[in-house]
């Protein structure tokens, strides 16, 4: 009913409006008046988080897109060793697991099957396991050792929107905790990423708060077959995302691609008028990555493809090669997916409503997937 839905059109829409408050709500009482972590309810002791020599996240679709993220961060901020992998995948090829891997489940729902059975696999080969999940009991926590609760609210759109926010939220204190608890080199860089952590509400309100040019650009596009999304770094599974919430919204033809990799092959797909997202990490830190992406972008525009660039505020450098520009604000490159994939949802979001799609029910598709 529209009480339901809070007055917006789609539950979506509520969802996404939702973010800055999911996102707070999963960093309440976890960060210390001192700027440490808290995560006592993570039930594995600190002594066996020191054993960990590696950690394997295993998740689908959009959680699968937070693990990927997360490994940046697991790895700069503890250098344990990250994999990530598609939990349909996961078990059937043998993984390497034993009592030092430390198996990392994300699940909005809790009930997925393949992330079931992949933990149950990793649990049988002795491995702790932890869950990142959106819903309390559910059957994915109450198998595994412990969980950390997003405390993002149900989320009833079959698109996941706010529940990833909160999943890169609690994939960011995992791996501050683990950098905690094991004394990492970057003592530092971590105090600094926990207050950046709990001012990420008020810039997700801000991004919020511009997002009425990437509606009105999503519509002009309605008629397109196909939509490119290109990023570097953390940027590249903001790309995915932004693709599959295309996919699965408006039906259209959506690929991601690590920028880096256009020559390899993609960038014989750019053709006159060929709408591509790119995502621009930082100028700042690491401003190598930068300037590699902002060639990038000249080249596919030489090409004649529709730049829509999402940029961080007072970058100037991309300018010239946006035909498009979304202005995001400035955070540390790795949170940067927190703020960056918002406008991507916005723009699936009015692409799917400018086509007469389903927004909360896109075709084909259930919100939870609870057959292998
Ligand atoms: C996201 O928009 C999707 N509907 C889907 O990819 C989803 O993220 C995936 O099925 C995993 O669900 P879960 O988080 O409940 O395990």
Redesign the pocket.
Known sequence: SAAEKGGYDYFMLKEIAEQPKAVADTLLGRIDPSGSLTLDEVRISPSELREVDKVVIVA????FHAGLIAKYAIEHWTRIPCEVELASEFRYRDPILDGRSLVIAI???GE?MD?LMALRHAREQGSKVLAICNTNGSTIPRESDAVLYTHAGPEVA???TK?FLTQLVACYLVALYLGQVRGTKWGDEVHAVIKDLSRISDEVERVLETMEPVRALARTLAAKNTVLFLGRHVGYPVALEGA??LK?LAYMHAEGFAAGELKHGPIALIEEDLPVVVVVPSPRGRSLLHDKIVSNIQEIRARGARTIVIAEEGDETVVPYADHLIRIPATPTLLQPLVATVPLQVFACELATARGNEVDQPRN?AK??TVE
């Open positions: 689908c679709g959009t959680a699940s909005q729902s997925t992330t079959v698109a996941s529940a599959l919430k699965e598709l939870s997937v």
